[in-house]
C-alpha cells in the first residue's frame, strides 16, 4: 500500500514565477491537509480539503496560494507570484474521516 | 491563543537509556494528541496518538502520557537507539470540531550517543 505521494520532490522558480505542488493522498482517504514548514520550525497548518470541496483554509495566506482536490486527480496547491519567503518545505497528509494523518516526504521550494 | 509547545529544544541520551520529551498545550478543546517523528529530508512519520478520555497509551518501545489537568503530554522511549535520532513533534487536534486541524509544537531533537 503505497503511502503519500508528493511531486516535485525540490521545485527551484524565480520571483514571479508560479508553483504547482502535487499531492497523491493514500488509498482509501478521502482528506487531505497542506502544511508549510519553514527551517527550524514545527509545520504550520495551511489548507484542508475532500474530494472537490475545501473544508478549512483557515492557515491560507489571502493572496497568491490556492489549493483544489479535484473528483479526479492529485490535490494541487498553487503558489502564484512566488516571493522569496514562500521558500519552504510544504508537506502534504491524508487520513480518512477523522483518524491519523499521514504525511507525504514534501516538496522543498525554493525562490530564487 | 492556540499552542502547542515543547520545553526543550535538544535532548542528548546514550544508547540504551530511555527518553523523555515533553511537550505543552493550551487549547482546552483539543482532544486527540499525536507524536510525530521527522527525520532530516523526510516528512513526519506518526509515532503514536492518545484522545483525551485516556490518559497512558503504550505502543512498541513507546509510551504517551497525557496529563489534561496541567496541559502536558509527554513522550517516552524505551532503550533508545541511534536510528531514534530524528525531531520530535507533538501535534494537537480538536476532533469534535471536526476542522482536521493539527497544531504542531516546535520539535525537540534527539540526539543519541553510541
Known amino acids: 500500500n503505497a503511502g503519500v505521494m508528493q511531486n516535485p520532490r525540490h521545485l527551484v522558480r524565480r520571483r514571479g514565477q508560479e508553483a504547482r505542488l502535487r499531492c497523491s493522498p493514500m488509498k482509501g482517504h478521502s482528506h487531505v491537509y497542506w502544511y508549510r514548514q519553514l527551517p527550524e520550525e514545527g509545520l504550520k497548518f495551511m489548507v484542508y480539503l475532500q474530494k472537490e470541496n475545501i473544508i478549512d483554509e483557515s492557515g491560507m495566506p489571502k493572496e497568491r496560494f490556492s489549493a483544489e482536490f479535484p473528483k479526479e486527480g492529485p490535490s494541487i496547491l498553487r503558489i502564484q507570484q512566488v516571493v522569496r519567503g514562500d521558500s519552504a518545505a510544504y508537506f502534504c497528509a491524508s487520513s480518512p474521516p477523522t483518524k491519523t494523518q499521514y504525511f507525504g516526504p514534501g516538496t522543498r521550494l525554493l525562490v530564487l | 491563543g492556540e499552542s502547542v509547545g515543547l520545553h526543550l529544544p535538544t535532548l542528548s541520551v546514550q544508547e540504551g537509556d530511555n527518553s523523555i520529551i515533553n511537550c505543552a498545550y493550551s487549547n482546552s478543546a483539543s482532544d486527540y494528541f499525536i507524536w510525530y517523528k521527522q527525520e532530516s529530508g523526510k516528512g513526519p512519520q506518526f509515532i503514536i496518538d492518545?484522545?483525551?478520555?485516556?490518559d497512558k497509551r503504550q505502543g512498541q518501545r513507546v509510551t504517551v502520557l497525557l496529563n489534561k489537568t496541567v496541559k502536558h503530554l509527554s513522550l517516552q522511549i524505551a532503550a533508545t537507539q541511534p536510528g531514534d535520532s530524528a525531531v520530535y513533534f507533538c501535534a494537537e487536534n480538536a476532533i469534535s470540531g471536526n476542522t482536521g486541524k493539527l497544531i504542531f509544537g516546535q520539535g525537540t531533537t534527539l540526539q543519541v550517543k553510541p
Open positions: 492518545i484522545r483525551s478520555n485516556m
